[in-house]
């Protein structure tokens, strides 16, 4: 029997920092059998099997080496990134899940007189950074068909952050507009969080493809989502040296060690496993799109999404509501209390089984 001591909250001696701070709540992570979890953007396969191949290799043959700290600077993942995404070492930098190359972000470019600019709708970490970090974040409205545009984001800044595909609405910004956006703010770093692009149509392609071009422009991804490894927490940004070297810099300010041996030794096999990588993402677009399809029969408006989820709009019935319904079911999807998008629903793409679940579960809903 684990025991919760009882106490009553003092915040004597916390910081003025640790007082005022609204932290980001992930979606839950409920424990119970037969859960239908479309809530997070989880991959619903599993990772490669050469993923855990690595990591039993990692622990049971050098399990002597954990006695010794890690690769300071992940520079075998590295290589791999670098060979698999055409670049070189010194544009690759990695850290404990996007999130924290995220924070390192804020900290290294974003910490300026002048403000940062990001859509009012997107990754609701951002706003969180911010705060922690002292940084002034205005919100450019996304348009009313909640796309980007770019122009609404001429005005002085330290820098730009955008989710592409967007999250939650699922929506991709064009390599054009991203090329014109990088290159009309050439004193501020422009970062684009591609943690789903993966999961983009065959014709996208990544901003990675810009980053000789634009010496400002930094690419963030993530293990996570498209590569099955939530659980692993490994993420990356790409650019120009002189940003990596920043990231870097203050990586060693903070955590010189963020990725453990079985991390490395689990990503760096994940990377070298294009062919399962190359499947999966293709087998998730696939349900996305059946989704899509049977989603839209039971008369949801389903924004046009390039991510593994989808942002759908119950034209009958109310949102919450159905969020609630779904629960009861032990089916689990995302709902934000939120202006603009309070009637939708982000819902992660699922095994074919999940998806079929929810569908026969919607109906049931509506014909109550
Ligand atoms: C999931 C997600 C992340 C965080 O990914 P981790 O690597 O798991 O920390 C970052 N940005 C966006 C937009 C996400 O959806």
């Not at 043959?61 to 075998?76: C, G, H, I, M, W």
């Not at 940084?135 to 330290?158: A, G, H, M, N, W």
């Not at 609630?324 to 998008?341: A, K, M, S, T, W």
Request: net charge negative; with cysteine.
């Amino acid at each position: 029997m684990i025991k919760t001591m009882e106490f009553k909250l003092d915040t004597r001696l916390w910081s003025t920092k640790a007082r005022n701070l609204t932290p980001y709540v992930p979606g839950e992570q409920p424990k119970h059998d037969n859960l239908c979890k479309l809530n997070t953007n989880e991959n619903p396969f599993p990772p490669s099997p050469k993923v855990a191949e690595a990591i039993a290799e990692a622990l049971v043959n050098q399990a002597d080496q954990l006695r010794l700290y890690p690769a300071p600077e992940s520079d075998e993942l590295r290589q791999a990134l670098a060979e698999a995404y055409g670049l070189n070492l010194n544009q690759v930098f990695v850290g404990n899940g996007s999130d924290e190359v995220l924070a390192l972000v804020f900290a290294s470019f974003f910490m300026k007189e002048r403000p940062l600019l990001a859509p009012d709708i997107s990754y609701s970490f951002y706003p969180v950074y911010a705060e922690t970090f002292g940084v002034d974040l205005i919100k450019i409205p996304l348009s009313s068909d909640f796309s980007i545009e770019t122009d609404d984001y001429r005005q002085p800044c330290s820098g730009i952050i955008i989710a592409n595909p967007n999250a939650p609405t699922g929506i991709l910004m064009s390599l054009e507009a991203i090329d014109k956006l990088t290159g009309e703010h050439p004193n501020a770093v422009v970062v684009i969080d591609e943690a789903y692009i993966d999961f983009a149509d065959k014709e996208a392609v990544s901003a990675i493809s810009l980053i000789d071009k634009h010496d400002n422009l930094l690419v963030t991804q993530t293990f996570s989502k498209s590569r099955s490894l939530a659980g692993l927490r490994v993420g990356m940004a790409f650019g120009d040296p002189s940003l990596i070297e920043a990231l870097t810099r203050m990586k060693n300010s903070f955590n010189s060690y963020p990725l453990d041996r079985l991390a490395q030794a689990g990503a760096l096999a994940s990377v070298k496993d294009v062919s399962y990588f190359k499947d999966t993402c293709c087998k998730v677009i696939e349900l996305r799109e059946q989704l899509v399809k049977d989603l839209s029969e039971l008369e949801f408006e389903v924004l046009p999404s390039q991510a593994n989820f989808v942002f759908a709009r119950p034209t009958q019935g109310n949102a919450s509501e159905i969020a609630q319904d779904l629960r009861e079911q032990g089916i689990i999807v995302r709902y934000f209390n939120q202006p603009r998008i309070n009637d939708y629903l982000r819902i992660t793409i699922g095994t074919a089984e999940q998806n079929q679940r929810l569908i026969e579960a919607l109906k049931q809903i509506a014909s109550v």
